[in-house]
């Protein structure tokens, strides 16, 4: 017995449109994962004492990725700080 033909071009439509959906559902949780941030901080915002560095800063308040957490750091509140400066920690996305 033979399928009718429009009966297998509806089923293969769908089955694309269940394989596309399934696909962007994968890539957008794939997306969340790379974006995420591989750091967290105790704070979201420190005030610079003397002798302190980025470094020291994020070495004491986060925990994860310090490469990340650095350089976002730097990227919000620059290379040099200065006494009384109010550090953002806060995590990228």
């Keep these: 017995m033979k399928k009718h033909p429009k009966r ?3 089923f293969r439509r769908i089955l694309v449109t269940v394989i ?5 559902m994968v890539g957008r ?3 969340q ?4 941030p591989d750091y967290t901080c105790n704070k979201t915002m420190v005030v ?7 470094w020291s800063i994020i070495n004491e308040h986060c ?8 350089y976002d750091a730097v990227k ?8 009384g400066q109010k550090i953002d ?5």
């Design 76 to 83: 919000a509140n620059g290379h040099n700080i200065t006494v």
């Design 8 to 10: 297998v071009y509806v």
């Design 89 to 93: 920690l806060k995590e990228k996305g």
């Design 48 to 54: 610079a004492q003397p002798g302190d560095t980025v």
């Design 29 to 31: 949780g794939m997306w």
């Design 63 to 70: 925990n994860g990725d310090m490469a990340a957490a650095r």
């Design 33 to 36: 994962e790379l974006t995420a």
């Design 20 to 24: 596309a959906i399934f696909g962007i």
